[in-house]
Nanobody, 127 residues
Framework: QLQLVESGGGLVQPGGSLRLSCAAS????????IGWFRQAPGKEREGVSC????????NYEDSVKGRFTISRDNAKNTVYLEMNSLKPEDTAVYYC????????????????????WGQGTQVTVSS
């Protein structure tokens, strides 16, 4: 049974940095395309970034381009989201999601593509 666990969230001042981790268990990361999503209070969940199963393809939502970096370490079965220059509008619960992908090197930006979700980790950017 594939499970995803996010960690690394917390309270940070504007301009600060955090690194989120998404640890997968029960299935090899080699065949998982991973996406990061976030949901702020009163707003719909939105895509932040995604990475293909080998890491060769990534995508970022416009508001995080140049500030966030997604990466993966398949040996550790973990995907990371490095977040720099954080802004108050980045405050949200961040979720990672997985899609089993055996033959393609796609990165999926839409939440409906994903079958497995973590429980989320809170990121609060405030002074």
């Amino acid at each position: 049974q594939l499970q995803l666990v996010e960690s690394g969230g917390g309270l940070v001042q504007p301009g600060g940095s955090l690194r989120l981790s998404c640890a997968a268990s029960g299935f090899t990361l080699d065949y998982l395309s991973i996406g990061w999503f976030r949901q702020a209070p009163g707003k719909e969940r939105e895509g932040v970034s995604c990475i293909s199963r080998s890491g060769g393809w990534t995508n970022y939502e416009d508001s995080v381009k140049g500030r966030f970096t997604i990466s993966r370490d398949n040996a550790k079965n973990t995907v990371y989201l490095e977040m720099n220059s954080l802004k108050p509008e980045d405050t949200a619960v961040y979720y990672c999601a997985a899609k089993k992908t055996y033959y393609t090197e796609n990165c999926y930006a839409t939440q409906y593509e994903y079958d497995y979700w973590g429980q989320g980790t809170q990121v609060t950017v405030s002074s």
